[in-house]
């Protein structure tokens, strides 16, 4: 018996997929930024394309590297999406006082060890795509790499999670979300899942207990079964399953005691998707953009990716420009308030930045992040700096350290999907430039 075209197609991007996490799990050599540059490779150069240089959803090289290296700055030419207008207002400015010869000789050492490293010599390390370094509000440093440039929307992946957990923790400060409440008051569709009887404080903090595994090295967690339900992934043949993120979400099971442990799962995002969706009447992406792009003063639109159903992916489908991610971050730096605007209330910002139960979070394990703790989908260090992150897989990153007045906004197209494996170089390389823009 034949296999339709379409079957052939999943079985080849299951391959393809398994493939990578193989090539991760064992950590067979990759190569290096210089030798994956997507413009020097060729990828999707030509009218049209050789056929070696096609990137495709149907056979999985969107998502294998290197080719991850032009696809994560060319998200919507993969897959639908809706626009995030940055409205009609003026463009918030970000005077430049560049330094990048200064901040490049930057010197620290990975928390591992070894060899002191130079600032430079970590971008090409973390495979950076773009970095954006703001100092009290003033470009100091930007470059661009492979396939982005500053006018190219990037994918954000989780970063996308703090976007969606401020809204929520808007949308409590005001009233409309009742932190201690049910997630099932809101959303009686989840009624019969394991988000049921979790509150949405929970959810927002990812202290619910779910049989659900966020493992991106194991192709058989969780995590591909909800990366296909959100469309990134075909099911395989004769394989069906959830076909939209809802869908998804009802399936989830209850493993365990709400509110014990915090747990890094990609669908509590959804759920806070969802319930901004509940508490406002309004598409999650259309708050996204009513209430924190269209007030930032953005150079751009953004947008964000849909699954099959035409639901945004509020746990990671996020893609804009790097600049606009440091105007984010930069915001939340100055308490809510950018170009004269209060965006976000400044007690919702305080109380972000308080964090959550840290003894909750060590339970996960997260070793680079020890003392860390996480609240309304933020990560906060609790250190001497107050510094405060928005993570996504393969390197997304805004970073905000309030005491040296600093924001640093980064994409990356990493082979490694888990942000803990570039922590050592990551934290420490921000920590000295920190540092050194404070004694200027």
């Not at 194991?218 to 069906?240: D, E, H, I, L, W």
Request: charged letters at 20%.
């Amino acid at each position: 018996m034949f296999q339709s075209v379409a079957s052939i197609r999943s079985a080849t991007l299951l391959a393809a997929f398994s493939c990578l996490v193989a090539a991760i799990a064992h950590a067979e050599p990759l190569p290096d930024a210089a030798a994956s540059d997507p413009v020097s490779l060729g990828w999707m150069q030509g009218t049209p394309p050789p056929p070696a240089k096609l990137i495709r959803t149907s056979d999985g090289s969107f998502y294998r590297f290197p080719h991850t290296r032009w696809s994560f700055s060319h998200w919507r030419e993969l897959f639908p999406s809706s626009n995030v207008s940055r409205g009609e207002g003026p463009v918030a400015p970000l005077p430049r006082a560049n330094k990048p010869a200064e901040l490049d000789a930057v010197s620290f050492t990975r928390t591992t060890g070894g060899e002191p490293m130079t600032f430079a010599q970590a971008l090409p390390a973390l495979y950076t795509d773009g970095i954006v370094v703001l100092h009290r509000g003033r470009i100091v440093y930007e470059k661009y790499f492979g396939a982005l440039d500053e006018r190219r929307p990037h994918i954000a992946f989780s970063v996308t999670k703090s976007f969606f957990g401020t809204l929520g923790a808007m949308l409590v400060a005001e009233g409309a979300l009742d932190e201690n409440a049910p997630v099932s008051r809101y959303i009686p569709e989840l009624a019969d899942s394991g988000f049921a009887d979790a509150t949405v404080r929970q959810v927002l903090d990812m202290t619910t207990a779910l049989d659900y595994s966020e493992e991106y090295g194991n192709p058989k967690s969780s995590f591909v079964q909800y990366a296909r339900a959100v469309g990134m992934f075909p099911y395989p043949p004769g394989v069906t399953g959830p076909d939209d993120v809802y869908s998804y979400l009802r399936t989830l099971p209850k493993a365990g005691t709400h509110g014990e442990r915090f747990a890094y799962r990609s669908p509590n995002t959804d759920v806070v998707g969802w319930l901004v969706a509940r508490a406002t009447g309004r598409r999650p992406e259309v708050v996204l953009q009513e209430r924190l792009w269209s007030q930032l003063g953005a150079e751009a639109d953004a947008y964000m990716a849909l699954d099959r159903a035409g639901n945004a992916t509020a746990a990671g489908g996020f893609n804009a420009r790097l600049r606009d991610f440091a105007r984010f971050g930069e915001m939340m730096r100055l308490g809510g308030k950018l170009n004269g605007r209060q965006v976000v209330p400044a007690a919702v910002v305080a109380r972000i930045r308080q964090g959550a139960d840290r003894e909750a979070f060590a339970q996960a394990g997260f070793d680079t992040l020890r003392g860390w703790s996480y609240r309304d989908q933020w990560w906060i260090s609790h250190d001497d700096h107050g510094v405060f992150m928005a993570r996504g897989i393969h390197g997304q990153a805004i970073f905000v350290d309030p005491k040296a007045e600093m924001v640093i906004a980064r994409f990356s197209s990493h082979p490694v999907a888990a942000t803990v494996t570039f922590d050592p170089i990551v934290l420490p390389a921000y920590r000295a430039v920190a540092e050194h823009l404070m004694t200027r």
